[in-house]
């Protein structure tokens, strides 16, 4: 992972950050996913950007600028661990999207660092409804290796991704089995060709650019992964893939693993638990849409969050870039049937922090956390709920989209200003 | 493929998902009332037994419903908060379901003698969910090569093409979409055609056959688009439609032929005698049901302006339209919907992901609504029918948010009383009053949570789901045997 967190690395993520606002957001339902657990009635500390303080009994120190979060519930902001934010305005459109290049022969070397496009106009309206940070995913193209993945939050400005190159993605199972050929047995020989290309680098390069399965260039780019400094995260849906990737876990100790998909993951959830690898899961499918996806069902998050499994939620049965914000219905939704509510915010805030490797950073309310606060006017995991107000790193965002603006346009008919002349 | 997954290009090739919908509208000729219209016929025509041997009439009922209700119980609910889905609330209120039928609904009712009484204290009784939009049996779970059977894309035009005839009663999703409340829904073709076909207008029961599902008596439903999709199916393929005129043009010499046949048909019925019949053309026969109101038009249409076109050329070959679908800028035009008598079909926050979708809001189901025009939700997919009422919760709470003053029982005529009118069934169902088909469920909760499931759902005042009783879970014959059988 490059990191623009190296900051934090090297000490000096204290320092405030100059634009940012200091001020204690008083008597809220706090949610710290903490040890502190829900601290009725309490008060947040923010300087510089960082939560300083989080307790019920803070003294405001004089002078402070105040929140008052009328009895809100008061939040990590939502960390969406799959999206396409930033790369697509319009799914349909070419010339809106920067997903996958599938006339192109790079694939491990594609960073969607280089497509990310902070203005996009779904940023804020994912922000307003609590999302703060997000995983930003490549789409396969040359083969089942998609490319590398950054992580970005919904400030704004050309500084949004605060981390790039944070994981590999590849797709096995069905869709690895059509990139590579027509069967799953293809997209493993692959797999491992591309593995041993990249251990083998850079001197099966010396001759020629080409390796087994990738070329020079994204044999560089798969070597982070084969020595486990990148994580490599895996669609993969039916139980005996899953298994399969269990194996190739044991086979490649130092490489670190996620699950995206995971439809059958519950019917091999002791196993998924021995080997620690986390799954990203959909929590409301529940059809069997495919051949490698019938044991799906509503009961899935709470069978692997009982067997002991590290699990975050997706949007992945609605979209990536406009609907991230529906997290907190479907992790509703996963309460509605069995998981618990602390379980249940945790897998869209916390947990995929963690999985990502900043959960010292993002996803809980506690000293030396970003100040990534949302204040829902309820439950958040309710759908009648929405956010109040937005931090990010401490800063106070606007709760208006372009989405709003159309509302607003068009919200009154009886006004006579032409609707053109209307902003 | 261009149509199923129009909605989620770009995810879906990210995800590998299988958007299992698009979007159509049904169409269709209704059946003709009963058989009094020459049903007896065996083929496709015959001569009317009590009139001239030469007048022709088509039997327009030819795949008859079958549908016959489970058997029920007498059932009083007690203690419930009510919603009556048009606009009633009523707090421990009680409701008595007799021989299919809502007999009573009120406060303080008796019991009869032998009645199946349920205490639902704390818990909520609305009407069934109807979703006017899905592609539930046409597009199917799963989502195999062999079941895309929702969109005709070999011509622009296939009014002639019904989708009850591609429906697969096995479709998994059915059994999700009772767990989910819906007790009616409306199939439709897709979306890649100007005229894609007629839809067909179920009940949410498990049956071997479609036939066995059909909504008795109800009106057939044409689904028409506008827009993107058909332009981009055929103008890819360098044929007309290539560009909205294209589409315009494409609908107007169709309801032209529609309208020169239904003169033949006049000609002859007036004077069988001396006027022939004309050929029988089944593209025509559902057109003609359109111009006649008897088929009612369920057009896929995103943009405002596109809209305002479409209500033009309705009045231009006089037919009505019912519904737009999607309809993602009705916000924009909701006086001319309700000039013209349109309802609006709207999903509460998807939307951009193509140009005609850009401009959604989350409010344009509820400031639709609050500025006059008829609207209501719908799903297109076979997740969100599940859980409409969630959807419509969202809808509520945006409006609010905005200074809409909209009551929970208001509301639920978004899933209830509003699409059972759009399809021509609202004085079978769509609302708990006395007499009508008692489609009921009790919801754990308030359905407008997240965290309130269906704990009881009534179709024809029989049990068709009930969560805690296994035994009364349908398990569709596709799931049977395989992972995930009985799962919710």
């Known amino acids: ?214 070329g020079r260039t994204d044999a560089a780019a798969m070597v982070e992964v084969v020595r486990g400094r990148m994580p490599l995260v895996v669609t993969v849906n039916r139980a005996s893939d899953i298994l399969r990737l269990i194996r190739f876990q044991e086979d490649n100790r130092a490489v670190r693993l996620i699950i995206r998909g995971g439809a059958e993951a519950w019917m091999v959830a002791d196993e998924l638990a021995d080997s620690g690898i986390p799954v990203l899961l959909d929590p409301m499918r529940n059809l069997p849409g495919s051949f490698e996806s019938l044991g799906s069902t509503l009961t899935a998050a709470q069978r692997l969050n009982a067997a002991g499994v590290t699990v975050a939620y997706t949007t992945d049965t609605a979209d990536g870039y406009i609907n991230a914000r529906l997290l907190p219905q479907h992790a509703g939704n996963a309460v509605a049937h069995g998981v618990p509510w602390d379980a249940a915010f945790r897998a869209i805030t916390l947990t995929p922090a963690e999985i990502y490797g900043v959960g010292d950073r993002y996803g809980a309310l506690a000293t030396g956390y970003a100040a990534d606060i949302v204040i829902w006017d309820g439950d958040p995991l309710e759908v009648m709920s929405a956010p109040t107000h937005v931090f990010v790193d401490g800063e106070e965002t606007d709760m208006e989209s372009r989405q709003t603006r159309l509302r607003d346009r068009y919200a009154d008919l009886e006004d006579e200003t032409p609707f053109a002349y209307r902003r | 493929m261009t149509l199923r997954l129009h909605r989620w290009a770009a995810i879906v090739a990210a995800a590998g998902l299988l958007a299992a919908c698009n979007n159509g509208v049904p169409e269709d000729a209704e059946p003709a009332s009963d058989s009094s219209g020459g049903g007896e016929a ?133 059994d999700a979409a009772l767990a989910g409340g819906v007790t009616t829904l409306q199939v439709l073709p897709g979306s890649a055609n100007l005229f894609g076909g007629r839809g067909i207008i179920l009940r949410n029961v498990p049956s071997r056959t479609v036939q066995g599902m059909k909504f008795p008596d109800a009106p057939y439903t044409l689904k028409m688009a506008c827009g993107e999709n058909p332009a981009r199916v055929y103008g890819g393929r360098n044929q007309s439609p290539a560009t909205d005129m294209g589409n315009m043009a494409g609908y107007r010499a169709a309801w032209q032929r529609a309208s020169d046949y239904r003169d033949s048909w006049n000609e002859h019925w007036d004077d069988p005698d001396n006027n022939n019949p004309p050929t029988r053309d089944l593209e025509l026969d559902t057109l003609m049901g359109a111009l006649e109101g008897d088929i009612l038009v369920q057009m896929h249409c995103y943009r405002a302006d596109q809209m305002a076109q479409v209500i033009d050329m309705s009045q231009e070959f006089g037919y009505q339209v019912t519904a737009f679908h999607h309809a993602v800028e009705a916000y924009k035009i909701p006086d001319l919907l309700a000039d013209a008598d349109i309802c609006a079909a709207v999903w509460a926050d998807w ?5 005609e979708a850009y401009d959604t809001i989350r409010e344009n189901l509820a400031l639709t609504h609050a500025n006059g025009a008829c609207a209501m939700i719908h799903s297109d997919d076979s997740l969100g029918i599940q859980r409409l009422n969630q959807e419509i919760a969202k809808a509520l709470s ?16 978004w899933v209830s009383s509003n699409p059972a009118r759009a399809l021509g069934i609202f004085d079978e ?38 969560r805690s009783d296994e035994t009364r879970q349908t398990v569709r014959d596709f799931r049977l045997g395989l992972p995930g059988e009985g799962e919710d």
């Open chain 1, 1 to 214: 992972m490059r990191m623009l967190i190296a900051l934090a690395a090297l000490g000096l993520a204290a320092i405030p950050a100059a634009t940012a606002q200091d001020f204690a957001i008083i008597n809220g339902r706090v949610i710290t996913n903490t040890g502190d657990g829900v601290i009725e009635n309490g008060t947040v500390l923010v300087r510089g950007g960082q939560i300083t303080g989080v307790s019920a009994d803070l003294a405001v120190p004089e002078g402070l600028r105040t929140v008052d979060a009328n009895g809100g519930w008061v939040t990590p902001g939502i960390f969406a661990p799959v999206s396409q934010l930033g790369l697509v305005e319009v799914g349909a459109e070419s010339s809106a999207r920067d997903t996958a290049a599938s006339g192109s022969s790079f694939s491990a070397s594609i960073d969607v660092a280089d497509g990310f496009n902070p203005n996009s106009s779904h940023l804020a309206v994912n922000r307003m409804e609590g999302v703060t940070r997000y995983a930003v995913y490549p789409s396969t193209g040359a083969n089942l290796i998609a490319g590398q993945g950054a992580l970005g939050h919904t400030g704004g400005g050309y500084d949004s991704l605060f981390d790039t190159q944070s994981f590999m993605y590849a797709e096995m199972g069905q869709s690895g089995a059509n990139s590579a050929g027509g069967s799953r047995s293809a997209a493993w020989a692959f797999l491992e060709a591309a593995f041993a290309d990249a251990r083998g680098y850079p001197g099966r390069y010396l001759n020629s650019p080409q390796g087994e399965a990738l």
């Open chain 2, 42 to 174: 065996e083929g496709s025509s015959t001569a009317e037994s009590s009139g001239n041997d030469n007048l022709v009439r088509h039997d327009t009922d030819p795949y008859p419903s079958t549908y016959e209700p489970l058997p029920g119980e007498t059932t009083l609910i007690t203690g419930a908060t009510i919603l009556d889905g048009i606009g009633g609330r009523i707090e421990n209120g009680s409701l008595l379901m007799v021989d299919g039928r809502i007999s009573a609904i009120g406060t303080d009712i008796e019991a009869p003698d032998g009645a199946t009484v349920i205490d639902a204290q704390g818990r909520f009784v609305t009407p069934g969910i109807i979703d006017i939009h899905s592609h539930l049996g046409v597009y199917p779970s799963p989502g195999a090569d062999a079941h895309s059977d929702g969109n005709e894309i070999t011509s622009p035009i296939t009014a002639e093409v019904w989708a009850e005839h591609s429906v697969w009663p096995q479709d998994p999703g059915f």
């Open chain 2, 351 to 355: 939307g951009g992901f193509k140009m």
């Open chain 2, 398 to 413: 945006d409006g609010r948010r905005m200074g809409l003053d909209i009551s929970e029982a208001e509301a639920w005529a």
């Open chain 2, 429 to 466: 169902t769509g609302s708990l009053e006395e007499g009508k088909r008692a489609d009921v469920v009790i919801w754990s909760a308030n359905p407008y949570s997240t965290y309130a499931v269906a704990d009881q759902v009534f179709i024809d005042g029989a049990v068709l789901y009930d």
